[in-house]
């Protein structure tokens, strides 16, 4: 399963790319707006510091907006998958993008079907929003099987990108299912890192080597 960091911060980037952890980012309006500034040096920087899948996302919502934003995009780096919402005029760009061998990502994903519609649109990547499903009661996690089955029936070729995940035990059951992707915030990735026993079990291992070194202060690793 690939991990992307869903994020726009470039310190959180750079610290998880710095672990050999990110394999891609995924970025929205909303994530960009959250770290101020010109979103264009961030754009540059972000697709600079991470060498698989960048996805930036058109603000258009009209066919032709989206088609030239998608390609301004694409002018950062070949790495860019330019992300477009799941409408209409989306999934024209989508097509059109994509038969010029300009990969998208079709974004706000809520149902089976318009994960299907997006992958017959030559999607490489579906983005399901699984936790604001579970804001309005919804099984969130239910979307991604039922994709996943969809998708394991033909041969799309799309990606599942699990986005809108709100902490480690969603990454778990798409991980169980076979999702291709997941996108985390920082947040959820750091509390991935940890575990009190590794904390407790690093604290009494130093503990003992300075019992063994109190006894002889030369002995060295
Ligand atoms: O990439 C967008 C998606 O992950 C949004 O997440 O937390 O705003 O629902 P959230």
């Known amino acids: 399963m690939k991990i992307f960091l869903d994020t726009a911060n470039l310190e959180s980037i750079r610290k998880y790319n710095d672990m050999g952890l990110l394999d891609g980012i995924t970025t929205n309006p909303s994530l960009m707006s959250k770290e101020g500034g010109n979103p264009k040096d961030a754009m540059e920087e972000i697709t600079k510091i991470i060498k698989g899948d960048v996805s930036l996302e058109v603000v258009s919502t009209d066919y032709s907006g989206m088609i030239e934003e998608g390609k301004r995009l694409r002018e950062y780096g070949t790495n860019v998958v330019v992300k477009v919402p799941m409408t209409p005029d989306g999934l024209k760009a989508c097509k059109s993008l994509s038969s010029e061998g300009i990969p998208v990502n079709v974004t706000l994903i809520f149902s089976p ?109």
């Open 113 to 221: 079907n318009q994960a299907l519609l997006a992958a017959k649109s030559g999607a490489k990547y579906v983005s399901p929003f699984i936790g604001r499903l579970d804001d309005v009661g919804q099984d969130g996690m239910n979307l991604i099987r039922e994709i996943n089955e969809i998708f394991e029936n033909y041969d799309f070729g799309t990606e599942i990108l699990v986005a809108s995940i709100r902490h480690p035990l969603h990454v778990v059951d798409a991980a169980k299912i076979g999702a291709d992707v997941v996108t985390l915030p920082p947040a959820v990735l750091e509390k991935m890192l940890h575990h009190p026993l590794t904390t407790i079990g690093l604290e009494n291992f130093l503990k003992d080597w300075d019992k063994l070194k109190s006894g002889n202060p030369d002995i060295k690793i």
